[in-house]
């Protein structure tokens, strides 16, 4: 494969591009700013109150992280179902108390009926909107299963004294915040034009309302008593199958029957004095996190201000080179033969960035006809766990668009994914992220499509240090990245950290993404003075990364990100 990388290196296709989001003029080396929630002993951090709250309530009861990953999982599925999911997947990375560490891959799959061109017309044209709403938009669903492998294989608890507190939440409800009462407004009839006048979600919710979902506490106590089996092959599957075969789906019993999460070794890989532990393919995270590490080491980045241009224009040009390999070589491990070894090699990530100067941004070869459009989404969720033994998960876990491909099953109480988006309907063509595709991630029957989700925990000296993992489509790698570095070379806290602005650059469109009302206009200017071409409108919020750092006291700091609803709790 070597070959085909150097010819990959000649057609151009790095790009860089220059970011800064504070002026700030100093490395910050003062005490932290905001501190995030401490503790001593154990943390959750996730996207809702009640989800963290259960699952510290679990590892009070006597469970382990993993016993608090399915309570943390199922009461997202509850409470935020934007994200939080039953009908959807994701990717755990495990460090155990004794260093020892893995990852479980539950990522949907294509089912069975699924072909290469099944988006496109007659004509070879992506047929609109039939990858990403409605039933043919759905992969088959990964969460139970990967959180029953990973309870059954490192857990103390039973799944019933784990579930029972989820299903009581479903049963008397939640209070609907005020983000959420606004998202739902905004999709309510699209959720009634996919699943008709009568679905749950088609009635008017407000902010403060109390929310029950007595069919999902059904489902939920059917699973607590009959294990994974019933979301696979009981009753459960075959609800979930004639429904979505009844809407226009191709999902089957046997494709539910078949689904098996997968245990995968992690990336794992060096940066100066840490050692940082992520998601292998088909997640896309942790190669290109590996990437953009091994091309700033050499670098210094730490030698610039927080927030400068050279700050920002190093860290661009290595995310412009490593999308570019992403979108490139990237898909499902069981289907493609992927180099990593090659792509994630220092000779290799050296000769990337020869092109690098700080003069002018290196430009993103324009490979695709007409203008791309950016969309940027936050609909996954991300949550990290540390127990009181010391063992740690970073799991994100995702149902793909805003709630899913829209489709509402009834007769359970759960969303299901428009995953099959994530795969490439056809090549050169972006998804909804704007992420360009290659032969690597093509639909096939049974293969998992290509993810952005980034569960990382980081070690430094060999102890653990820190957990980190956000949302955001396309720039959650971007966002981890600058969330370890915020730490590492900056000096902040965990919340300071995670409260710091962001920028994402992605390869295609050539274009530097900025947060919102974050970033000096003398610094922009200076970027577009290089070249730089800069997204002046409609500027995402880049990722919501839940985490948690290990303090020198051997405390814990939970990093919970205010821009959404999110909530670190700890004892």
Known sequence: MNHKITYFKLLGLTAGLVFSLFSCTKKETESPGNQGEIADKAMVVSAREEASKIGLEIIQRGGNAFDAMMATEMALAVTYPFAGNLGGGGFMVYRMADGTVGSIDYREKAPSAAYRDMYLDENGEIIPELSTKGAMASGVPGTIAGIFEAQSKFGKLTPAEILQPVIDLAERGFVVSSRQAERLLKLRETFIEVNGPETFFGKEIKGGDTLKIPVLAATLRRIAANGRDEFYKGETAKILAAHMQSKGGIITESDLADYEAVWRDPIVFPYKDLKIISMAPPSSGGVTIAQIFGMIEPLSIGQYPFHSPEHIQLLVEAERRAYADRNFFLGDPDFVDIPVAELTAGEYLKSRMESFTMEKATKSEDIAAGEIAFAESME????????????????????????????????????????????????????????????????????????????????????????????????????????????????????????????????????????????????????????????????????????????????????????????????
């Open 380 to 571: 996954t969720t991300h949550y990290s766990i540390v127990d009181a033994e010391g063992n740690a998960i970073s799991v994100t876990t995702t149902l793909n668009g805003a709630y899913g491909s829209k489709l509402f099953v009834d007769e359970l109480g759960f969303f299901m994914n428009n995953e099959m988006d994530d795969f490439s309907s056809k090549a050169g063509v972006p998804n909804m992220f704007g992420l360009i595709g290659a032969e690597a991630n093509s639909i096939a029957a049974g293969k998992r499509m290509l993810s952005s989700m980034t569960p990382t925990i980081v070690e430094k000296d060999g102890k653990l240090w820190m957990v980190v993992g956000t949302p955001g489509g396309s720039t959650i790698i971007t966002s981890v990245v600058q969330t370890i570095l915020n730490v590492y070379e900056f000096n902040m806290g965990m919340q300071e950290a995670v409260e710091a602005p962001r920028f994402h650059h992605q390869w295609l469109p050539d274009l530097v993404s900025f947060e919102p009302n974050s970033f000096d206009s003398v610094l922009i200017s200076n970027l577009k003075s290089k070249g730089y071409q800069i997204m002046e409108n409609n500027n995402p919020i880049i990722g919501k990364v839940d985490a948690i750092l290990v303090l020198p006291s051997g405390k814990l700091e939970g990093g919970a990100d205010p821009r959404g609803d999110d909530k670190a709790v700890g004892y």
